[in-house]
C-alpha cells in the first residue's frame, strides 16, 4: 500500500508518473533497452532530453534568450557556481537570509566575493519574510540572491525584490513548477529536482544567456555554465533517468492544465490545512500572514511530547516523514504537486480527531 509522504524531499511522484516509467522500465519504445542503460549520445536519448527541455520551455513559459542546463551536484552546488560565474564585475552580491539554504548560498558565496546581507529574518526563527528596503540594495552588485520558498520554515516571498538592472537570482528548489513565475525577471533560477521534478541526482538551471561566460579563470570546467550550455548540457553524461523522470512529471502537469492549475490545487490544498490549524485549539502554524508557503507548512503543538505521539500515531495511520525539520521542531507537512488533495483532506481528519482525543 502507497503511504500518504509528507517529506521535504526527496519527495512523492505522481503515481501516474511511477506507473509510467514502470511500464517502460524494461523497454523504452522499440528500442529494446531502459532508457537507464541508453547511451546518452544516442539519437534515442537526444530526442529524449531535447523533448524535456522543450516541455520545460513550454511549461514554464521559459523566453528565447534564457538557457536550460540539466546538471547535478543538488542546489547545494548552485552556492558556488552562481557565484563563480556571476560574481566577476564589482565582485560583490546581495542576500536575503529568509533560512538555513538561503544562509548557505551567502556564506558560499562570501569565499568569492563581497556579499551583503540587506535583510535577515534570523531573529524570529526564519518564521517570516523581512521587508526590504532598496536602499539598502547594493546598486552595483553583481547578482541579488533569494531563497523564493523557504522550505524548512515554510515562508515564501510574497512578491519579488524590485533590483533593476542586478540580476535576480533565485533558489526555486521547493517550488519551481508549483505555480507560474515570471521568468524574465530573473537572471538565474536554480532548482535541485527532488522536491517537485523528480528524483534527487538532477539540478536544473534557467540562465540569461548573457549571464554565460564570465566566469572566473580559477573556476572547475564542470562549474562553468558556459561548459554545459555550449554542449547542451552533455559535455559529460547528464543525470539521464532523472531528466526522463522530469519528462514524465512535465507531461502530468501538462495533464493536469499547466502551472496555472497546479497554483489552484496547491492553494487549495494548502488553505485546508491552514484554515484547518487556524482554527485548532491544539495544533498551531508557525508562520502567520501573506509570506505563507504553499508547499511547506509547519506546524506545533507547543509540547515536545505531544508533538512525538503526533508524529509517532500519523506515522502509524500512513502519514509519513511529517516531523519537522530539527531547526523549527514540531511537525512540517511538505504537500508538493504530487500529493493528492486527497492526502491533506485525509491528513486534517486524523489531526481533528487527534486534536479531540488529546486536546
Ligand atoms: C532541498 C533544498 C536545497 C538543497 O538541495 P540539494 O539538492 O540537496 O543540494 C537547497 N535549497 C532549497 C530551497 C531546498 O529546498
Request: glycine share 8%.
Amino acid at each position: 500500500m502507497r503511504v500518504y509522504n509528507f517529506s521535504a524531499g526527496p519527495a512523492m511522484l505522481p503515481e501516474e508518473v511511477l506507473k509510467r516509467a514502470a511500464d517502460e522500465m524494461l523497454e523504452y519504445g522499440e528500442t529494446g533497452q531502459s532508457v537507464m542503460e541508453m547511451s546518452h549520445r544516442s539519437k534515442e536519448y537526444q530526442a529524449i532530453i531535447d523533448s524535456v527541455e522543450a516541455k520545460l520551455r513550454e511549461v514554464m513559459s521559459i523566453p528565447e534568450n534564457y538557457k536550460v542546463l540539466f546538471l547535478q551536484g543538488g542546489a547545494s552546488s548552485q552556492f558556488a557556481m552562481v557565484p563563480l560565474n556571476l560574481m566577476n564585475g564589482s565582485g560583490k552580491a546581495d542576500f536575503v537570509l529568509t533560512g538555513q539554504w538561503a544562509s548557505k548560498a551567502y556564506q558560499e558565496a562570501s569565499r568569492y566575493g563581497e556579499c551583503k546581507v540587506v535583510a535577515s529574518s534570523k531573529d524570529k526563527t526564519f518564521s517570516y519574510i523581512p521587508k526590504l528596503d532598496p536602499k539598502e540594495f547594493t546598486p552595483d552588485a553583481d547578482y541579488f540572491h533569494i531563497c523564493l520558498n523557504n522550505t524548512i520554515y515554510g515562508t515564501k516571498f510574497p512578491e519579488l525584490p524590485e533590483t533593476g538592472n542586478v540580476p535576480l537570482v533565485a533558489d526555486m528548489s521547493s517550488c519551481i513548477l508549483s505555480e507560474p513565475v515570471d521568468v524574465s525577471k530573473f537572471g538565474l533560477i536554480y532548482a535541485g529536482a527532488q522536491k517537485n521534478m523528480g528524483p534527487a541526482g538532477l539540478t536544473v538551471v534557467i540562465i540569461r544567456e548573457d549571464l554565460i561566460g564570465n566566469a572566473r579563470d580559477i573556476t572547475p570546467t564542470m562549474f562553468n555554465y558556459k561548459t554545459h550550455a555550449e554542449n547542451g548540457s552533455m559535455y559529460n553524461t547528464p543525470p539521464t533517468y532523472g531528466i526522463y523522470i522530469l519528462g514524465l512529471v512535465l507531461d502530468w502537469v501538462k495533464e493536469k492544465g499547466g502551472l496555472e492549475a497546479m497554483k489552484k490545487i496547491n492553494e487549495k490544498k494548502a488553505a485546508l490545512l491552514y484554515n484547518f490549524l487556524d482554527g485548532s485549539k491544539l495544533f498551531k502554524p508557525t508562520v502567520t500572514g501573506p509570506e505563507r508557503s504553499i508547499m511547506n507548512i509547519p506546524f506545533v503543538t507547543g509540547n515536545d511530547e505531544m508533538d512525538a505521539k503526533f508524529v509517532s500515531e500519523s506515522k502509524k495511520a500512513g502519514f509519513i516523514n511529517i516531523k519537522g525539520h530539527r531547526s523549527v521542531g514540531g511537525m512540517r507537512a511538505s504537500i508538493y504537486n504530487a500529493m493528492p488533495m486527497e492526502g491533506v483532506e485525509k491528513l486534517v481528519e486524523f489531526m481533528k480527531k487527534f486534536e479531540a482525543e488529546n486536546a
